[in-house]
T-cell receptor
Framework: EPEVTQTPSHQVTQMGQEVILRCVPI?????FYWYRQILGQKVEFLVS????????KSEIFDDQFSVERPDGSNFTLKIRSTKLEDSAMYFC???????????FGPGTRLTVL | EDQVTQSPEALRLQEGESSSLNCSYT??????LFWYRQDPGKGPEFLFT???AGEEKEKERLKATLTKKESFLHITAPKPEDSATYLC???????????FGTGTKLQVIP
């Protein structure tokens, strides 16, 4: 069964450093998303991406964040200068359409020291 | 703004003791309501999508139903492996984002 994959599973970084989180969405899906979940809190939407551009973003997704689909399979989230409060689980998701079921990856745990 | 409220926050059941989880929502134009299961440290695992009031879907011991204001996830004769956090989420209006509730943490005791 097709699934969304994410790397790395755990990333530790120093405050102020740049991080890139990677995702491989389900191959025939057209919409890609990033969500985050701070420990003990609910899953929150960050951004959606369709047709090689951002289609929707939340207030959380400020200038420190960017997304890219560098090739036909990968989808990345970059945080330019990490802050302590960026520590969270980051989930990538993909869907075949909109609205449509979004399938989530296993997540990357980001720890900012 | 979409709101999703789940109750109870936590539920402890004996193996075989059936129960229901509630998801109340306030949206402008529901396009889809989703149920996911989340194990600790893992990503949400898709269970069901419901699109319109009156719709029902079943999978093994789980059954999801939808009305105009809420959804229920019924768990029949649960087993310890059903222990997880169950998340409800909605998509509405012309948006692509999905708004999640805080989840119900279910523990099934052998």
């Amino acid at each position: 069964e097709p699934e969304v994959t994410q790397t790395p599973s755990h990333q530790v970084t120093q405050m102020g450093q740049e991080v890139i989180l990677r995702c491989v969405p389900i191959s025939n899906h057209l919409y890609f998303y990033w969500y985050r979940q701070i420990l003990g809190q609910k899953v929150e939407f960050l951004v959606s991406f369709y047709n090689n551009e951002i289609s929707e973003k939340s207030e959380i997704f400020d200038d420190q964040f960017s997304v890219e689909r560098p090739d036909g399979s990968n989808f990345t989230l970059k945080i330019r200068s990490t802050k302590l409060e960026d520590s969270a689980m980051y989930f990538c998701a993909s869907s075949g359409g909109s609205p449509d079921t979004q399938y989530f990856g296993p997540g990357t745990r980001l720890t900012v020291l | 703004e979409d709101q999703v409220t789940q109750s109870p926050e936590a539920l402890r059941l004996q193996e075989g003791e059936s129960s229901s989880l509630n998801c109340s929502y306030t949206v402008s134009g529901l396009r889809g309501l989703f149920w996911y299961r989340q194990d600790p440290g893992k990503g949400p695992e898709f269970l069901f999508t419901l699109y319109s009031a009156g719709e029902e879907k079943e999978k093994e011991r789980l059954k999801a139903t939808l009305t105009k204001k809420e959804s229920f996830l019924h768990i029949t004769a649960p087993k310890p492996e059903d222990s997880a956090t169950y998340l409800c989420a909605v998509n509405s209006g012309g948006y692509q984002k999905v708004t999640f509730g805080t989840g119900t943490k279910l523990q099934v005791i052998p």
